[in-house]
């Protein structure tokens, strides 16, 4: 529609000028599509959404993004029938006409869950015994049992869930959020993906895609922090040159580009200047935010991590940091979901890697008190089969777990169901769509008002089809 | 809110400004309603709500479910409705968002007053080429001349109008520099620029633009568009984002565009190249267009689905190309704005259906490669083909001497076979773990697990009837023949990943009596690996490496040990056999396939090395039980084996090894290869599972005008292009002028490129888009001379520095009363501190480039996992548009700068302002080294002064001189930075050692690191990476 992108435009924009473009036989609609296109030379700092659509319970996201697809079997999706029903086949009427992976052609098995569940917290959540330390939060957490999606490959699910489409190009949430929000603060991008390698199972490849801004301008997409060199690229200066000397470089850049700009008028000059302080504010802050320096002994060991050493538990710890530090939208990728075969092994492996540090992040942004406007995603990008692939699970789109926390959701509390084996959710479904409808409802945005207009079409997070706000889970 | 209190404001206005125009359907008021009815109310049957369409004037005006009373406002349900305070009824339904401002309802209550009059939509109407606006011979109030071209024309016509004064021509230096970018992405010469601004004539700068349009860079920068276009890219772009060759595609490209390929021509080669009658080389590799969408390796890929996301991609892909349109929308139903129906998206895919392809590309193996050699490898082909037929001929030819051989070898073999015993083993057993088995021609084949070492046991009896094995003295002459297998690694004979095996000792024993080996030889040894070592007990072994895929032989010839034989008792009758292989080299070079024999005559030759089994048996046969094709096979074993031939078959050997390996390097390229057409069907709701949907043929979208056609044939991809190309195509000549237009002025005369349907922003100067459209038709197709018509312009040479009451009444520069000015593109931002360092390669076109990339970038990467290694040498500094374009992580730097990562089509790059950018341009090494190559190049000015060599460095960079201003910047900062690197040398090395350029002996100086610094400073400029 545009509309949002007018309303920051106006600010900066003379309306006097806006009535004269009009008077130019330029149609009104016209004129709104060109605002619209014009969004990329607005504030840095502005949202486009201003005022908000109502008043927001969320201020800030971390999404620990368990990528390959955990199985909700062995994590938050307890079946005792599916235990009853191993080794005996599918009903059919269940599995026809269903897309499967790689059990394409294969018999499709019952396969029991792997591990007991245990009660969990005043709530008595029921939580795999694997994950005792998150079992320890279950009164902060709410379960979806019902998640269902659309694409069965790691690639365009991912894409799907990043990005409310399994086409490449499109924003990811993270874009969105700064788009529609601004930026807090002013030496860190507004929008950080953490990744880390697991030892239980095959790293997924993750593509750019799932942090870019798509068609929105780019200063809007994720910033990568690298586990190896410089956190962010190009961050360190050249090799000779000190910094007094790199500071003094960045201010001569930045005086005799406004000297030019006297000479030409040229108001990105002005945010060159701008972007350039920030670059250089950056090589000091985020150094000092990634080396973990003064992070006391007792925190690592909360943690379970003995330094920044890019594991899952030292990025969880750096993912505090940064939201600590005003970063809206912060991904942490765990890689080793990905179990085929032998899921047994694997996931205890990757639960032991996973679990500790993700209930020591969420206690401690309880402690910090970040907590309350924080909305904390855990999950994959799809779940798992009951079925048998060997020892193993296949990808499973039909149903799985994703697991909501802050001082925004009702913890202690689950949402949905799939039914007895596990295969397909049919209580209160959610798709993927309607998490990120709900997700920009607490950010204070009404997600069928939030677009960009792209190729003739006012794109949204939500897509085309109809998305719901789970008002049900919300505190 | 405010949103409304804008449009209130044309209303307010309205009496003056729009009363007095009437209402244009296009411009006024298709806008409002593709944007806030059609979606319910237009094209798409599917989702139409309450019967009522309003994209078409029959319907909407129908007394029968109409809602629109021609002329009669007040009487149209429309209007009410739009109007309605009552929630229930009011349009759009509130969830649809807010309601029309009353300046949306006034226009729409105009419209229908003045007779509700609808146009078909501008880009689909018939393109005819509309009178140029004549104008007075001076332009009011400026005092310039009067238009000279019929650009400006019609952009001074609308200024005129507008009673907008155009601005004046850009300073020389701006200007040159502006037309080099836009034509070769490239910095001009500063010579070029000296020359034009001594004597800038019209004539000169007619020789400028003629100077450029020829250089081979201008093929350069068309394609770094059409590459973002056509979505170009080295890799599959899913999951494992494995690497694929396509770098022809891009030459072909270069070419076209360099050699002016008429765009009709241009569309054909790379849509039906293949399909064109006696297709060249380049034309089928300009076919490469249909392979190079995203594709998938990832396991557990349904091949269907995968299929049906190409397919779909292409019709994305075509449409936006040529057809500056959305029809990829209508995949799952019919478009909501445009007349594209669902059916018409899978008419128009299957055009695509003959596209030889897989739905998932296995281990990154592509099918339909084709090879394209340059010029110097076909010659080398050639002359390799020509070298190994006639020695082929030399090896089949026969002389007296090999006649006469061959007789002699044939007796030989027969005679030798009749010398051998087979072993026939009765037991045999691998001491760790693997499955040994006896085939019928009594050779021993190895599978299941393959240890590390192993060590085989042969145990087996001799037949009686056979002839004795051992000699009178105790001599016996083993055989092993080592056999290749379809199932071993390599064929064989070894069980190692190559195809070797080491053979390390062979214990015999006869009746428990031990044979000691007294000597060896072998058909054939590897390096280092000689028999002897299989009875010398030396570590190394016995191996056959390169004879991999084929027979050997070892032979051994021993004696029973002495304390067992018994001279003078006559033969031994040997019953019974046991023979132990040791192979104790690791990682599995084990014996894949053997079989053994044995003699009793120590002069066993090995004439039967390399000769197959069944010739073994024909040579048994006499002359005239023979027939041509027995007598063939022997003569090629006979040549095979003979040593005279040695030598001929030494220089086969080594052709053929040198034409195999040129073959692999030859680039290919994934061109596009016609099969039987799958079958398309309409996907309900785009679902591939869903096969229930009527079968397509390929055909035009209906409601644009259709080709005259044989309706009996099926259509192919040629008619398609010849469709896009055809005169009475309104959308590919207007789609494509409109992208020029927007290369040399930053946006389109239709602002939205890649969307000229309902849903895009009507053109500000239709009739110029027009006349464009039919100026490109007319001159066939003629890009060249578009381009030289456009940068001709007044239009196009004005400053781009407007005064602020322009700048006011025109923010977007919609009216062209100025020149546009913007951040250069990535690749130019790489190739222009490379072009004015010196470092720039200029070869143009081959394969892809690897520069610098912080290490540690592709470790998202998997399946493989991949590390990056830079290039070295010139490849190294080469233009942006070369690099590598790996999708799933586009090279840091050209990200940082807007470039796409092209996994679908990109019409028109964003342009950012970034902190990323920042740092690129400070600490990216390309940039650090650009920075000591042009401060060595300053070095060598001769002049001892600062502020000459400033000015040098300023003019090279920037074709400007310092102005007063800038000088005691620069200086403040060569001087501090002189101090610092003076007080510590230690700085100055490894600053100056940054990149792959070496520094010339002695050239390490703190003046050079300081001036460093200046011209990291000068590249990091603003002004050096904008186009004004």
Redesign the interface.
Known sequence: ?G?LS??SQ?AT??????????????????A???LS??A?SSKLNEGVVSPLHHSPRVKRVLHLCMAGGPSHLETFDEKPTLRDQHGKPMPESMTK?Q?V??L?GKPLNCFAPQFDFASFGESGQRICSLFPQIGSIADDLCIIRSMHTDQ?????AHTLFNTGSS???RPSMGSWMLYGLGQECDDL?GYVVL?SVGKGG????????QW?SG?????FQG?QF?????P???????????A???R???D??N???R??DD????P??A??IQ??E???R??TSVPELTSLEGVSKQTMEAYGTEGADGTFASNCLLARRLLERGVRFVQVYH?AWDHHGNIKKSMEVTAREVDRATAALIRDLKQSGLYEDTLIVWGGEFGRTPMAQGTGR??HIKGFSLVLSGGAVQGGTSYGSTDDLGYAAVEQPVHVRDFHATLLHLLGIDH??FAYRF???DQRLTGVEEARVLQEIMA | MIRKLVLACPLLLGSQALADQPIEFNRDVRPILSNRCFACHGPDEGSRAAGLRLDDRQAATSLDGGAIVAGRSEKSELIRRIESHDELEVMPPQEHGEPLSQAEIELLRRWIDQGAEYQRHWAFTKLLRPQVPRMGARVPGTGMSGPRSAIDAFIRKKLADEGIVPTEAADVRTLVRRLAFDLTGLPPDPKQVEDYAARPSQRAYADFVEHLLKSPHFGERMAMYWLDLVRYADSLGYHGDQPRSVSPYRDYVIKAFNENKPFDQFTTEQLAGDLLPDATLWQRVASTYNRLNRASGEGGVQPKEYLAKYSADRVRTTGAVWLGTTIGCAECHDHKFDPFTAEDFYHFAAFFADIKEQGIVKSAVHIEKLPVPTPEQTQRLDALTRALEATEKEFQADTPELVAARVEWERELRSDSERWTWLQPTSVESQNGATLGVLDDHSVLASGPNPETDGYLVRGQFLEGDASPLSVDGLIVLRIELLPDKSLPRSGPGRASNGNLVLHAVEMSIDERRVTWQSARASHSQVHHAPEYVINGHKHGWAILPRAGQPSQLVLVGRLSPRDAAPGEGPLDGTSFEIRLRQSHGSGHNLGRFRLAVSNEAETGLVSGNVPDHVWSLVKLSEEERDGSQNQQINEAFRNATPLLQGVRDELARLRKQKKELQASIVTTLATTATDPRTIRVLPRGDWMDDSGDVMVPAFPGFLPQANRDSSQRLTRLDLAHWLTSRDNPLVARTFVNRLWMLMFGSGLARNVDDLGSQGEPPTHPELLDWLAMEFIDSGWDVKHMLRLIVSSETYRQSSRAPETLVSVDPYNRLYARQSRWRLEAEMVRDNALAVSGLLHRQIGGVSAKPYQPAGYWSQLNFPRRSYEHDRGPSQFRRGLYTHWQRTFLHPSLLAFDAPPREECTAQRSRSNTPLQSLVLLNDPTFVEAARSLASAAMGVQTSAFRERLHWVMQRALMREPRADEIPLFEALYNKGLEHYRASPEDIEKLLSIGATPLPDGAASAELAAWTSVARAILNLHESITRY
């Open positions: 529609m509309k007018l309303a106006t924009w003379n309306r006097r000028s806006f009535l004269r473009q009009t008077g130019l036989g330029i149609g009104p609609a016209a709104l599509t060109m296109a014009e990329s006409g897309q992976a790689q394409q069965i490959n790691h690639d365009p086409q490449a190009g991008p990744t095959q790293a997924q490849p993750i593509a750019a895609r870019s068609f929105l301008p780019s200063r910033v690298q586990s190896q060199g410089a962010v690229l190009y961050l360190n200066r050249p090799a000779g040159v000190s007094e000397q790199q003094r470089l960045v001569t850049v005086q005799l580009n000297g030019f000479a030409v008028d040229d990105e000059i945010t060159r972007q350039y920030m670059a250089f950056m090589q890689r296949d990808h069928r008002r190729q003739g079409l």
